[in-house]
T-cell receptor, first 113, second 113 residues
């Protein structure tokens, strides 16, 4: 039972480069989410998806792009990485009914130099 | 949008003592309040949740209380153990917002043996 997995776990990239963080879940959950975690800010929602081919912005979407062609995958792309995007990124999924538990991946620590 | 505030940011207790973490929210429409525990290097994991039609919920040493009038909710951990040391996040969710959660900034709990 793999659950929800993120890759890579750690990534260092240069300013201006494009980088994609991967997220894969094996539960067929309808909803998937991307959060970033920064000290003093907790977890902030970047984008979420209610189903394949349906995505919507969260609190802090600028500079990020998502896609969801398959239910199980929800990649997050930083089109032109900036230092302010240095953070720990968490992917999560939930069954899809309102107010149900979100299951989080292990996180990706991204450093933009 | 919803604003969730969490206090304290750090908390140290002696093993066996109780720990209390408090959160307030701004949107009276919020109706689901989960608490997540995050251990070092891992993603957050749900430990307990409460819905707006309930005032208190217990699960062994953990309890959550909700005061809808005052718009605050609290996590109570009794008989703390060293393995309770972690970062705890409260969150609030609004119905019909795509299962989005708004998180507090986290409380780092240290249980001293």
């Amino acid at each position: 039972d793999a659950g929800i997995t993120q890759s890579p776990r750690y990534k260092i990239t240069e300013t201006g480069r494009q980088v994609t963080l991967m997220c894969h879940q094996t539960w067929s959950h309808s909803y998937m989410f991307w959060y970033r975690q920064d000290l003093g800010h907790g977890l902030r929602l970047i984008y979420y998806s209610a189903a394949a081919d349906i995505t919507d912005k969260g609190e802090v979407p600028d500079g990020y792009v998502v896609s969801r062609s398959k239910t199980e995958n929800f990649p997050l792309t930083l089109e032109s990485a900036t230092r302010s995007q240095t953070s720990v990124y968490f992917c999560a999924s939930s069954i899809g009914e309102t107010n149900t538990e979100a299951f989080f991946g292990q996180g990706t620590r991204l450093t933009v130099v | 949008g919803e604003n969730v505030e969490q206090h304290p940011s750090t908390l140290s207790v002696q093993e066996g003592d109780s720990a209390v973490i408090k959160c307030t929210y701004s949107d009276s429409a919020s109706n689901y309040f989960p608490w997540y525990k995050q251990e070092l290097g891992k993603g957050p994991q749900l430990i307990i949740d409460i819905r707006s039609n309930v005032g208190e919920k217990k699960d062994q040493r953990i309890a959550v209380t909700l005061n809808k009038t005052a718009k605050h909710f609290s996590l109570h951990i009794t008989e703390t153990q060293p393995e309770d040391s972690a970062v705890y996040f409260c969150a609030a969710s609004l119905t019909n917002t795509g299962n989005q959660f708004y998180f507090g900034t986290g409380t780092s709990l240290t249980v001293i043996p």
